[in-house]
């Protein structure tokens, strides 16, 4: 158990109400979480370690997750809504159905995501160049493009334009440069 206290801000001293308190099981996990306000949430694991449940304080609803034998997410559920997640034997997520409906993702032999499906039927195809670095993102299957990507000689972005022909990222570099 490790348990953090806090000053009084107005005053001198420690309250005994004030603090962030941490409990843990035996294998090391994170069990019992207590924050400032008095607020608890509890976790609990399976033998394997992966987290099963999560209790919240309040209103916020707890989660239930289960897995496959290799550790990946199947369910994550709340009261009144489940997601489930399926995946191929290579490991890679093909669908997510939940109370909206079902996404799915197609994949081409390389792995590379190559089609994203959401429940209206919309989908958006990925493009890739030889060297298997995305270069576009198509929608609908059309050869209209909802993104499209550039990239100097040593397979760094440099360019990116959306459908209208707009590119995002000088914007990006200039906020990054000014440390925004």
């Known amino acids: 158990m490790s348990r953090q206290r806090y000053p009084n801000p107005t005053g001198g001293g420690t309250p005994t109400t004030d603090y962030e308190q941490y409990g843990y099981d035996a294998a090391g996990n994170l069990v019992t979480m207590r924050n400032r306000a008095g607020q608890t949430t509890i976790a609990a694991y399976d033998a394997l370690g992966r987290i099963t449940q999560v209790a919240y304080p309040g209103a916020t609803p707890d989660v239930a997750t289960t897995y496959d034998l290799l550790s990946r997410p199947l369910t994550v559920s709340t009261p009144g809504q489940t997601l489930t997640q399926s995946w191929d034997a290579l490991g890679r997520l093909v669908s997510e159905t939940g109370p909206l409906g079902a996404v799915g993702s197609q994949y081409d032999l390389a792995g590379r995501r190559t089609r994203l499906t959401w429940p209206d039927g919309f989908f958006a195809a990925y493009d890739y160049n030889v060297a298997g670095v995305l270069t576009g ?3 609908n299957g059309t050869d209209w493009p909802l993104a499209a990507f550039a990239y100097d000689v ?21 906020a990054a440069d000014r440390g925004v």
Do not use: C, F, M, S
């Open 154 to 174: 040593l397979g760094r972005r440099i360019g990116q334009t959306d459908r209208r022909g707009h590119d995002p990222l000088p914007l990006r570099r200039a």
């Open 137 to 139: 993102v198509r929608e």
